[in-house]
């Protein structure tokens, strides 16, 4: 008799549709039980930390070496995680702190990885504000590496997937991003887990891999056996276990719209962003490290609209100087082959865990600033200048190899840009006496509006910033005072509300009144259904993910402006969030 259909909810983490057998593949448990030491044993247990360590560090570097097997775009996206991991194998402050805890507290081995581990994770993690999403993944990253040294310590074995049959669907509890790097895309139709969400590591990496996921489906394990048949929707977010005829053939159909969807945008890669009446389109990508840059390539974009420069000065222990950030903003330059470049200087948020600025005694600890509210952005780098002056002459340096533009972040007051354009020109002038080759103009000095303060102030701002680079990601939450990573307010975290919406009009008319560049990045650039309402709101210039530009690329070629203007004007005018997702959301994308 066959057994019932059994649905569930999940959250979607990797686009597309995965039919095939379920296979289960359980983590063998570590067993740690915290244990003092004496005097006479620091010696054998420091050595066992020492050896875990080492350990860890060869299986890292094993797990890097395999990601050639992957596709190009897909080792851009994992390396990054896997160096990040390398790097806290080694004489990181997590080392450090379980290195003492063993020496100075009498503990053994495993209980000083375990101590350490919490210590750090709980730090990141408070005060209960700001980015959390950002600081869930990088606690997650810690607690990562603690269960590796952990498992080497104990000599537990790890998860394998060596008997994952060909087209099988990869079913768990959980899984871990090192679990995930060990994946053959190839071989693997899909992936479910009852545990797990779409901002973690993991599903960086299944996105990554281009493998079908769906993560925390509830009671996903007890619903079905080894050798049943499953359906994962990575789009939709569903698992759907011993599927009905009906199902299963849908199923089928949908594994054929996604397969043509996919094909129609790879298209797309060489042709123009233009609407249906000839106005051009700026579709730029986002750069978080520069490892990201093939899939820049690969997505068709004109360029890099947000480069974070942030990644330079994590994991390590000291500030970059001006030489090694030269070299690296002038690889990604000299990679976009003269599409422009835009770095944003350092945006330290408090949420950001960036050992090098304590250990300077730049930055506060973590958990002793509010890091929505406090010292960040342009508020520390007004402060500590000599900071700020280095990331500067980087950049004006490796103007001379392309196009590049300045940009700063967290800006509330017209005096913020007076100040660093004081610096900037400053160090302008120091460099050309030192002799450095500069272009003949500096790079254009443009501020972020991310607060409803400078979205009111833009018409001022705009007399002293020479572009404008909307973020709705913390517009929209400084506008709504919403934390998003707060599960009781969530809810009311929405771009699509009016407030949001008029600041975004407001700024982006401003820039226009002065025909100054500006341009929108964060979530709402990336979405293709809100694509026509930005673009009637004035904008024309999107900076977003480079997954996301093929179909934003397609909403844009789908419409004309008049139809963007006359959509945009009917949203407008209403006053109800409700109505506006409805009407926006209910809109074809391209």
């Given at each position: ?33 915290r244990?003092?030491?004496q ?42 995680l ?26 053994s ?20 504000e ?5 600081r ?29 049959p060909?087209?099988a ?36 990496m ?29 789009s ?23 397969t ?9 890669r060489?042709?123009p ?72 200087v ?17 930055v ?28 500067l ?46 272009g ?64 975004v ?14 341009s ?6 990336a ?14 210039s ?13 909403a844009?070629?789908?419409t ?31």
């Amino acid at each position: 008799m066959a057994r019932p259909e059994r649905r569930l909810a999940g959250i979607a983490v990797s686009p597309g549709v995965a039919i095939g057998p379920m296979f289960f593949a359980a983590e063998p448990q570590a067993e740690v039980v915290r244990q003092k030491i004496q005097a006479a044993d620091i010696t054998a247990e420091a050595s066992r930390l020492e050896a875990a360590i080492l350990q860890s560090r060869k299986q890292l570097q094993k797990l890097r070496a395999r990601l050639g097997i992957l596709p190009e775009d897909s080792q851009a996206e994992i390396a990054p995680l896997l160096d990040a991991y390398l790097q806290m194998v080694g004489n990181s402050r997590m080392v450090r702190g379980a290195r003492r805890r063993v020496n100075e507290g009498l503990v053994s081995a495993e209980t000083a990885v375990l101590d350490e581990t919490e210590a750090i994770a709980e730090a990141i993690l408070a005060p209960d504000e700001g980015d959390m999403p950002g600081r869930r993944r990088r606690a997650d990253e810690v607690r990562e590496i603690g269960r590796r040294l952990i498992r080497n310590l104990t000599r537990t074995p790890f998860r394998s997937f060596a008997a994952l049959p060909p087209g099988a669907v990869l079913v768990a509890e959980a899984l871990r991003p090192s679990d995930a790097a060990l994946l053959d895309p190839s071989r693997l139709a899909g992936v479910a887990t009852d545990e797990g969400g779409a901002d973690g590591h993991t599903a960086v990496m299944l996105r990554a891999l281009g493998v079908p996921a769906v993560l925390g489906a509830a009671g996903l394990s007890e619903a079905g056996q080894p050798g049943d048949v499953v359906v994962v929707d990575g789009s939709a977010g569903t698992v759907v276990v011993s599927p009905s005829p009906a199902t299963l053939a849908a199923a089928r159909r949908a594994v054929t719209a996604f397969t043509r969807e996919r094909q129609k945008l790879a298209k797309l890669r060489r042709l123009p962003a233009v609407t249906q009446d000839e106005e051009a389109v700026e579709l730029q990508a986002n750069l978080e490290i520069p490892a990201e840059l093939p899939l820049i390539a690969q997505s068709g974009a004109s360029g890099i609209g947000l480069l974070r420069s942030e990644f330079l000065f994590m994991n390590r222990e000291s500030l970059p100087d001006e030489d090694e950030q030269l070299d690296t903003y002038r690889g990604v330059i000299e990679a976009m082959q003269g599409d422009p470049v835009t770095i944003r200087v350092l945006d330290w948020g408090g949420e950001k865990e960036i050992e090098a600025l304590q250990s300077e005694g730049l930055v506060p600890e973590v958990a002793d600033t509010n890091p929505a509210l406090g010292l960040r952005g342009i508020r520390l780098l007004l402060r500590e200048t000599a900071l700020f002056e280095t990331q500067l002459a980087a950049i004006l340096r490796a103007g001379a190899f392309g196009p590049v533009r300045v940009l700063l972040p967290m800006v509330t007051t017209v005096a913020e840009v007076r100040a660093a354009r004081e610096v900037y020109e400053r160090v302008a002038r120091r460099l050309r006496r030192r002799g450095e080759r500069l272009g003949e103009q500096l790079p254009p000095l443009g501020i972020m509006i991310e607060t409803p303060g400078a979205a009111l102030s833009a018409d001022a701002l705009a007399l002293e910033a020479d572009f404008f680079a909307i973020g709705t990601n913390d517009l929209t939450m400084y506008t709504l005072a919403v934390d998003r990573g707060e599960s009781d307010v969530a809810h009311l975290y929405d771009p699509l509300h009016p407030a949001v919406l008029r600041l975004v009009q407001f700024a982006t008319e401003a820039a226009l009144r002065m025909r100054m560049p500006v341009s929108v990045c964060g979530e709402m650039a990336a979405n293709p259904k809100l694509t026509g309402l930005l673009m009637g709101l004035g904008l024309r210039s999107f900076s977003m993910n480079a997954s996301a530009v093929p179909r934003v690329k397609l909403a844009v070629r789908g419409t004309t402006i008049d139809e963007c203007v006359r959509f945009a004007r009917r949203v407008m005018d209403q006053s109800d969030p409700a109505a506006i997702r409805e009407m926006v959301m209910g809109a074809p994308a391209g």
